[in-house]
C-alpha cells in the first residue's frame, strides 16, 4: 500500500506543468515590477538587467557558499561585490566585509561583532534611535542584547545626538544611526553620533540597508546628502542592501567594516563536531551562490552611470509626489525626506489612513501601513524606484480619489468591541482556531487590512506584536482557507 503525502505526487509530474501552476498561484501577489507595490519590490525598469541577474543566478544554482575553499568561486565574487560597496561608501578596496542574505542578516552580524567585541560586559546593551529598523529589535531578542530605544525629535524624526549620548552607559557596546530611517527616509546625524560614540571609545554602526546604494546617487543627481558612511570619523561599521536599490534579486547585502577585528567577531567557528570543520561569515551555513551571483550581475549590467540614471528618476519622482500630496486635502508627507521613501500622514482625524491604504489597492497601488508608535504618528508608506517617475501621476491620482471615496464613507469607529472581545482571551494561548473565526470581525478579508491594521495601532506595543504572531500562525494554518 502506498501512502499519500500532501504536496508530493506518488509519481513524478512533467515538469512542463509547473510553470502555470505557479503562475496561477502568484495570481493574486502584489505585482513585482512596474512600481505600483511601493514597498518589498525595486524595479529597475530594466529588462536586460533582470536577464543578467537571472542567467547569472542560473550559473550558480548549484553551487555551495558553505565552503569557499571548495568553490573559490564565490570569494571572487564576493570580494568584487563588497570592494565595489566599500569604495563608493568611504571605504576602499581592503575594507573588511560579509556578503549577506538581506539587511536583517547584516544587522544581526553587526550586533552579534559588538557584543562579542566586549565579552567583559555581562549584560550588553545597543543604543538605538526609536526609528530604528525593527531587525535591531529581532537582533537584541536572538542575541540576548538589550536594546535601548531613544526617542528622536518628533518634528524631523531624526535621531538626537545629546539623547543618544545620554542613553549610552557602561554596558553599552553599539550605538546606531539610520541613512535613512525605513519609516521617514531621514537621514540621522550619523557625524556627531558617530564622533560622541568614538569618543566614549564605543562603535558606531550606520544603518544603510536601504539608503547606501541610493544615497550616493541623490547626492549626485543634486540632493543635499549629510555624511553618512565609512569616511564619517567614528563610523565603524555600516549596511547597504543590494536588494533594494542595488535592484538585485532578493538575498543580497552588504556589511562593512572599519577595521579587521571587528569582522572577525561577526565570524563562526566550530571544529568541536566530529563533522567537517565548519567556519561561516553568515548566519547560514549551507547557502545558494545565486543572489552573490546575481547581485554581482546586476552592478555589471547597471554600472555607475546605470545607477545614476535610476538615482535621479527615483529623485524626480519623489519630488513630484511631495509636491503632489501638497494638494490633497487631509494629507502631508511625515518630516523632510533626504531619500527616496516617503511617510504620508494626516491630521484629519475623519481620514482613516488604514482604509485609505485598501482604498488606494484597490485603486492598484500598494501604499505600505505604519503603525503609530513611541509618540510618533500613524503612517503610509512609499519607497519610489528608478521606475517610479512613470508612474507618479497615476499614483496621485489614485490618492486623490482614494481619500475621496474614504470621506465619502465617513468616520470609521474606533475598534472597541473587538478589543474588549481580545481582553477576554490570553493571546499567548490563543488557537488558530479561534482567531481565524476572529478574523472576519476584525475586517480581514482579501486585500483588505484596514480593520487588522486599526486593531493593532490600538493595542499596546507588546500585545501587537503577540497578536501579529498569533496572527501569522492562522495565516499557515488551514482554518483561514476553510472559512473562504
Ligand atoms: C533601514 C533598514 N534596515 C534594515 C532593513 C531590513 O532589511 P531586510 O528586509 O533585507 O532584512 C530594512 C528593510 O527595509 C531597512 O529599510
Not at 550588553?124 to 529581532?138: G, L, M, Q, R, S
Not at 555624511?227 to 563610523?235: E, I, N, Q, T
Not at 543590494?242 to 532578493?250: D, N
Amino acid at each position: 500500500m502506498t501512502t499519500a503525502h500532501p504536496g508530493l505526487p506518488q509519481f513524478g509530474r512533467p515538469a512542463e506543468e509547473l510553470p502555470d501552476q505557479l503562475r496561477a498561484m502568484t495570481a493574486h501577489d502584489l505585482p513585482t515590477r512596474g512600481g505600483r507595490t511601493t514597498a518589498y519590490t525595486y524595479d529597475a525598469g530594466r529588462p536586460d538587467v533582470r536577464e543578467a541577474a537571472e542567467r547569472a543566478y542560473l550559473a550558480m544554482l548549484d553551487v555551495n557558499g558553505l565552503d569557499p575553499t571548495a568553490f573559490p568561486s564565490i570569494v571572487a565574487l564576493e570580494r568584487q561585490v563588497v570592494g565595489a560597496v566599500a569604495t563608493r561608501l568611504g571605504g576602499d578596496d581592503g575594507t573588511p566585509g560579509i556578503f549577506t542574505s538581506g539587511g536583517t542578516e547584516s544587522i544581526l552580524l553587526a550586533v552579534k561583532a559588538a557584543r562579542d567585541c566586549r565579552p567583559e560586559i555581562a549584560e550588553p546593551e545597543i543604543v538605538v534611535p526609536a526609528t530604528a529598523h525593527a531587525a535591531f529589535f529581532k537582533a537584541g531578542r536572538y542575541l540576548k542584547v538589550k536594546v535601548v530605544a531613544v526617542p528622536v525629535d518628533p518634528g524631523t524624526f531624526r535621531a538626537v545626538p545629546t539623547a543618544m549620548a545620554a542613553a549610552c552607559t557602561s554596558n553599552t557596546v553599539l550605538v546606531v544611526a539610520s541613512a535613512p530611517s525605513y519609516a521617514h527616509g531621514v537621514v540621522d546625524p550619523v557625524t556627531e553620533i558617530a564622533a560622541d560614540a568614538a569618543g566614549r571609545g564605543l562603535p558606531c554602526h550606520v544603518d544603510a540597508c536601504v539608503g547606501g546604494w541610493l544615497l550616493p546617487w541623490l547626492a549626485e543627481a543634486g540632493a543635499a546628502v549629510p555624511g553618512f558612511d565609512l569616511s564619517v570619523p567614528g563610523v565603524t561599521s555600516l549596511s547597504c542592501d543590494l536588494h533594494k536599490f542595488g535592484y538585485a534579486p532578493k538575498g543580497a547585502s552588504v556589511l562593512l567594516f572599519r577595521d579587521r577585528p571587528m569582522r572577525l567577531a561577526a565570524y563562526f567557528a566550530c571544529a568541536q563536531w566530529p563533522g567537517y570543520p565548519v567556519v561561516n561569515s553568515t548566519v547560514q551555513s549551507s547557502k545558494g551562490a545565486g543572489p552573490l551571483a546575481a547581485a554581482w550581475a546586476t552592478l555589471q549590467v547597471l554600472g555607475a552611470d546605470g545607477y545614476r540614471e535610476l538615482g535621479r528618476a527615483a529623485l524626480t519622482a519623489t519630488r513630484r509626489l511631495i509636491a503632489g500630496v501638497d494638494t490633497i486635502d487631509g494629507l502631508r508627507v511625515l518630516g523632510s525626506p533626504d531619500a527616496t521613501l516617503v511617510a504620508l500622514g494626516t491630521d484629519d482625524a475623519a481620514l482613516d489612513l488604514w482604509e485609505l491604504a485598501d482604498e488606494t489597492r484597490a485603486r492598484g497601488f500598494f501604499l505600505q501601513p505604519q503603525l503609530s508608535v513611541a509618540g510618533l504618528p500613524a503612517g503610509l508608506h512609499l519607497t519610489l524606484t528608478g521606475v517610479s517617475e512613470l508612474g507618479v501621476d497615476g499614483l496621485l491620482d489614485a490618492l486623490r480619489e482614494a481619500v475621496a471615496a474614504v470621506r465619502a464613507r465617513g468616520p470609521v469607529a474606533p475598534p472597541t468591541e473587538l478589543l474588549a472581545l481580545l481582553d477576554q482571551f490570553d493571546l499567548t494561548d490563543l488557537d488558530d482556531a479561534t482567531l481565524a473565526a476572529l478574523l472576519p470581525a476584525a475586517g480581514f478579508g482579501p486585500a483588505r487590512m484596514a480593520g487588522v491594521n486599526r486593531l493593532l495601532d490600538a493595542l499596546p506595543p507588546e500585545l501587537r506584536d503577540q497578536l501579529a504572531t498569533r496572527f501569522l500562525s492562522v495565516l499557515y494554518s488551514p482554518y483561514l482557507e476553510q472559512q473562504n
